[in-house]
């Protein structure tokens, strides 16, 4: 495959730069009235006769309040809104949502409207905070299926070739007429050229995004493996002003690439744990294909006479849907499969995917919170500039190394990992957000409001992003929930924002602003999260090993352009690329990727 195909480029959301080449402070985003209670300004020049004695008497009922509420609710308080995010453009698949938006991790990220569908949680920040400190977790861009996904693929098709080779003029009025001149041409593993897009405009998002943190670089981490790390570097690439297309060997590297493998210590990776790996948790979501294949299974099997497709060949044909029209044409010419199948198959086909994933990596996993908990110490560590205490679920070589895990103030406002969708279901669970009251029935049916949806939480290009906020004069209420931080002094909050949507906090120690804001005080939402401080659950570790002790490979990064100045030990072997072994050893991540 040509590593420089052009793409369709993205809208320029490039951040103005001086003539040096560095970011731009952006003007003032706008503010929203979402909070107001006067109506939104129309554009007229005056208001109204009838809109001035509305206004008059709402201040007057604001100052009574103000004298005589017993929560001391302030007029300026109602009246206080939300600065505004400007809307990016996602790329997308040529597809109805109700087939796209079902294809489980396989979907392509779109912006989430809600994880509370009675009250969403407005997207913009409350004015008088701003961000000080942002944090990307991103799963890889879409790729081609696994080896093992393109197997079950081709085994369905070599089933159908053979009965319709008895009569080919068979399939001629049915829906599978496409058959007669459609081929498996899939690859395997690899970033497609529309993935490639969603990477790179990931990194003109952020960069435009937080343009006031931007000038200060980003520090990126990312896995070894090729889908991921070449997504990193489309990332990077596009961060700091590249062009697109270009040629994937020049692409930058990430600041750190951590190996991934069974006995490597890497809290981006989710393939250290050997015992997950031999669970049957699979089986669970098999119950439910047991329950919404055969159907299906029936109907494609009387079109062919002597076709004999099974429960996994449904399931592997509704997954070529997804994979051959990220392929072809960059999504804008659907795979045949994806109008075979009825809006309420491709419903149930989102279930599976959701309980494979919920019960193989997330909540439903006796090991998905400790294998995410490494992760959320170093999220810890960087929110609050204090080094990594835990051992056992992160990589002690990495994280107590300045070059490797820089922290404040020494280090870039800006974090970027890289990791996959498995890893990103444990880090959920770790955290304890987004989690169901019950566990997700593996007979269904689908729990309508089920917060555990594959295609929301980890579709391909998941952007995880955690803000660190400082809030100042900040006197607002919402649903009878309020910040009054009317002394002026600056209070640390962070909040989490998943694929465009604002995740609620239902911490105890979040109280109902973490509900109705998703904002928690940084200190409380250290403190909910012990779990992880605490050691991610030691045993459940132990067990997800099987007793190994795992290595901690660390690789040192070329001289960083960022903001800050690493330590001279570490500049003084410049750019050459220097190895000196494996556990505890240092390697710069010089790997040219593919595609």
Not at 262 to 287: F, G, I
Not at 358 to 370: I, K, L, T, V, W
Not at 377 to 399: C, K, W
Not at 415 to 436: T, V, W
């Amino acid at each position: 495959m040509d590593t420089t195909t052009n793409l369709v480029d993205p809208p320029d959301t490039d951040p103005k730069r001086d003539g040096k080449g560095k970011l731009q402070q952006t003007s003032q985003p706008q503010t929203s009235n979402r909070h107001s209670r006067l109506p939104p300004n129309t554009g007229s020049s005056s208001l109204s006769n009838l809109s001035k004695k509305f206004v008059a008497s709402a201040l007057c009922t604001l100052v009574v309040l103000q004298f005589f509420s017993p929560s001391g609710l302030s007029v300026t308080s109602l009246f206080k809104g939300h600065h505004v995010y400007p809307t990016s453009v996602l790329p997308s698949y040529n597809l109805p949502d109700s087939i796209a938006r079902n294809l489980g991790p396989y979907t392509p990220r779109y912006a989430v409207q809600s994880f509370d569908s009675e009250d969403p949680i407005p997207t913009g920040l409350p004015l008088g905070c701003e961000v000080t400190q942002v944090h990307l977790l991103a799963r890889h861009a879409a790729r081609f299926p696994t080896t093992g996904a393109l197997k079950s693929i081709q085994r369905a098709y070599n089933k159908l070739q053979r009965a319709i080779e008895r009569d080919p003029g068979v399939i001629k009025d049915t829906p599978l007429a496409f058959l007669a001149d459609w081929r498996v041409d899939l690859g395997t593993d690899s970033l497609v050229d529309f993935g490639r897009e969603q990477a790179y405009g990931t990194g003109k998002e952020i960069a435009s995004k937080y343009a006031h943190l931007a000038g200060g670089g980003v520090f990126v981490r990312s896995t070894s493996k090729d889908r991921v790390l070449e997504s990193s570097r489309w990332f990077k690439h596009a961060f700091y002003g590249g062009s697109y297309p270009f040629a994937v060997d020049s692409l930058p590297s990430p600041d750190v690439k951590i190996k991934t493998g069974s006995k490597y210590n890497n809290t981006l990776s989710s393939d250290n744990c050997a015992a997950e790996e031999e669970s049957e948790q699979e089986d669970v979501a098999k119950r439910w294909l047991s329950v919404y294949a055969p159907p299906i299974t029936a109907r494609l099997n009387s079109y062919v006479p002597g076709l004999n497709l099974g429960n996994d060949d449904i399931a592997a044909l509704m997954s070529a849907c997804a994979f051959e029209t990220v392929y072809h044409d960059k999504g804008r010419t659907p795979s045949p499969w994806c109008y075979v199948f009825t809006e309420t198959e491709w419903e149930a086909n989102e279930y599976y995917e959701d309980l494979r994933k919920y019960y193989e990596s997330s909540y439903g996993s006796p090991f998905g919170r400790a294998q995410g908990s490494g992760w959320v110490s170093e999220l810890i560590a960087r929110l609050t500039g204090e080094p990594v205490h835990v051992s056992g679920s992160v990589n002690r070589t990495l994280d107590s190394d300045p070059r490797t895990f820089p922290l404040p103030p020494n280090a870039p406002f800006i974090f970027a990992d890289f990791s996959s969708d498995n890893n990103i279901a444990h880090i959920i669970a770790a955290m304890g957000i987004l989690k169901d009251a019950d566990a997700l029935p593996s007979s269904g049916p689908p729990p309508v409001d089920r917060l555990f949806v594959s295609s929301k939480l980890v579709p391909f290009n998941t952007n995880f992003v955690v803000e660190k906020m400082s809030c100042s004069d900040v006197r607002y209420a919402r649903n009878s929930v309020s910040i009054d931080n009317s002394e002026r002094d600056a209070v640390d909050y962070v909040r989490i924002v998943l694929n465009g949507a604002v995740v609620p906090l239902r911490f105890e120690e979040c109280g109902d602003l973490g509900i109705v804001e998703g904002m928690c005080r940084l200190d409380e939402f250290v403190r909910s999260q012990a779990f992880s401080l605490g050691g991610g659950g030691g045993k459940r570790r132990d067990e997800c090993v099987k007793g190994r002790a795992l290595l901690d490979p660390a690789y040192a990064p070329r001289a960083w352009g960022g903001r800050y100045t690493p330590p001279a030990e570490a500049r003084a072997g410049g750019d050459e690329d220097y190895r000196t072994g494996e556990a505890g050893s240092l390697s710069v991540a010089t790997q040219t990727v593919g595609a």
